[in-house]
T-cell receptor
Framework: EAQVTQNPRYLITVTGKKLTVTCSQN?????MSWYRQDPGLGLRQIYY???????DKGDVPEGYKVSRKEKRNFPLILESPSPNQTSLYFC????????????FGPGTRLTVL | AQSVTQLDSQVPVFEEAPVELRCNYS??????LFWYVQYPNQGLQLLLK??????LVESINGFEAEFNKSQTSFHLRKPSVHISDTAEYFC??????????FGTGTSLTVIP
């Protein structure tokens, strides 16, 4: 089944404890992206990647890192999480560019205490 | 950077009635425009998009949106809504096809 998977789906952590949210797609897509969703703010793009080793900042990259060492994986790294990073995070992928249909993962709900 | 405005945060509508969800964006020479739908506890799904060509675009489930460059709008319409249309709808804009800006969303509730 073609899909985007994210792990973990739920995470409660404490300020400053490094964490990684994994994202994997099995559709051989070139384009991948991370978003955060907050009430009243909609979705905001964190980082995107157009290919292996090619990443670029979205609208709200501060406090996040990403890497794209393999085409299928695009992990989101929070080196020192803070409470303002409490949010619902979505990973998405698309065949070539973002203008192609983006397929979204199920989301990761992160709480930073 | 673009900004996207969805003026209506909540839209209640009776079943089989028409609906319009409004979306305006800040001006640009050229943009790509999208509507995504999010059903409860799910990720987003593409509903329809405008990249170029005809300014009226349609989805397979009866929604349509019209790109109006002079008014910098991309309003979403459906002539007759169904209970299953109850969801959150997000308008999105991109200048370069890779960086995206989303609106704050409109919660559509269809009343039986």
């Amino acid at each position: 089944e073609a899909q985007v998977t994210q792990n973990p789906r739920y995470l409660i952590t404490v300020t400053g404890k490094k964490l990684t949210v994994t994202c994997s797609q099995n559709m051989n897509h070139e384009y991948m992206s991370w978003y955060r969703q907050d009430p009243g703010l909609g979705l905001r793009q964190i980082y995107y990647s157009m290919n292996v080793e090619v990443t670029d900042k979205g609208d709200v990259p501060e406090g996040y890192k990403v890497s794209r060492k393999e085409k299928r994986n695009f992990p989101l790294i929070l080196e020192s999480p803070s409470p303002n990073q409490t949010s619902l995070y979505f990973c998405a992928s698309g065949p070539l560019r973002g203008t192609d249909t983006q397929y979204f993962g199920p989301g990761t709900r992160l709480t930073v205490l | 950077a673009q900004s996207v405005t969805q003026l209506d945060s909540q839209v209640p509508v009776f079943e089989e009635a028409p609906v319009e969800l409004r979306c305006n964006y800040s001006s640009s020479v050229s943009v790509y425009l999208f509507w995504y739908v999010q059903y409860p506890n799910q990720g987003l799904q593409l509903l329809l998009k405008y990249l170029s060509g005809s300014t009226l675009v349609e989805s397979i489930n009866g929604f349509e949106a019209e790109f109006n460059k002079s008014q910098t709008s991309f309003h979403l319409r459906k002539p007759s809504v169904h209970i299953s249309d109850t969801a959150e709808y997000f308008c999105a804009v991109s200048d370069n096809g890779n960086q995206f800006y989303f609106g704050t969303g409109t919660s559509l509730t269809v009343i039986p």
